[in-house]
């Protein structure tokens, strides 16, 4: 039998093309049941086409959890701009107004309030040139996300995750970059959300229904990359806690899981990075010292850690954030 494959929302939709019309059937394949054979009707047939060309798909949604702004696009400045070019609906998703990102030398800090207000509109401008389809800004404190309640602040990234429906979730790795408690807390109540997100247990205002994640990923820096940056800027990227230097080491080139060339979009995530001025001033001064070449090379491969995927695996490195996830126009 010569069947045609159609993909069309959560099911897989088989019909017999050589049979006589009146004849044929349609199985339908739920993930979570058996087959139902289904005999022809123009109705049904009307319902489901015969290919992938007449069924309407599923947008693929990418949204990136970070804690301040500036993350988004240090962070995942290509990814973003990469994606959004694409088609793909993106969204970040950050948990502070960064009301603490201020360098204690410089003088005339603003204060809190301020500061914060400034910060979010750092952030919008910055997603706004990235092409970035959503911004949700969360109140949070700079500085002290790791003392949220995990239950409210779960129960927000939950009400997101049910609400924008991402396949592919990114954030911070359990490092935090550099050690930096901020990072390591949204990276720990992001995945804690990814789990509760698709429990229909978990309960959260607006009846939202569950949602399960097909991929959650790991920001991470390769060594490479890591011994590149303090080349550049003569130094190292860290920060004292708790009386000691917590700084980026790096992750070995075996465990990185996904390179995203990106490197196209660099010039589009220099204009981003340069919106935040108030934190990363003399990043920028001394990048613009640099050669575009070396910007591109440094921060035009995004390298990431497959925490979980339900759709792929294995030990080759993925080169799509979306691999296993984009389904074809056509499989006959």
Known sequence: MHASLSICSRHFVRQDSRA??????????????????????????????????????????????????????????????????????????????????????RPGNPGLEELGRIRAGELRAACAILGVHEVVLLDYMDGELDQAGPDRIIGELVTHLRRVRPQVVVTFGPDGAYGHPDHIAISQFTQAAAVCAADSRYAVPG??????????????????????????????????????????????DWMI??????????????????????????MIEAMAAVPVDQHRRLMGIQTLYRAYSLVNGGRQVETDLFAGIAQPKETV
Not at 55 to 64: G, T
């Open 20 to 105: 006589p019309l009146e004849a044929r059937s349609i199985l339908i394949y739920n993930r979570t049941s058996a087959p139902l054979t289904v005999s022809y009707s123009p109705e049904l047939a009307a319902v489901y086409p015969r290919s992938n060309k007449e069924c309407r798909m599923e947008p693929l949604r990418l949204m990136c959890v970070f804690a301040h702004p500036d993350d988004e696009t240090l962070g995942t400045g290509p990814l973003l701009a990469k994606y959004a070019a694409e088609g793909v609906e993106t969204t970040v998703v950050c948990a502070t107004a960064g009301q603490r990102g201020w360098p204690a030398d």
């Open 207 to 252: 009846a939202l229904p569950p949602h399960r994640l097909a991929k959650l990923y790991y920001l991470v820096d390769a060594k490479a990359a890591v011994t590149a940056f303090r080349e550049m800027f003569d130094g190292d990227i860290g920060m004292e806690i708790d009386g000691e230097m917590r700084r980026m080491v790096g992750w070995e």
């Open 257 to 282: 899981t996904t390179r995203v060339d990106a490197g196209a979009y660099w010039e589009q995530v220099w204009e981003a990075i340069r919106c935040h001025d108030t934190q990363v001033r003399d």
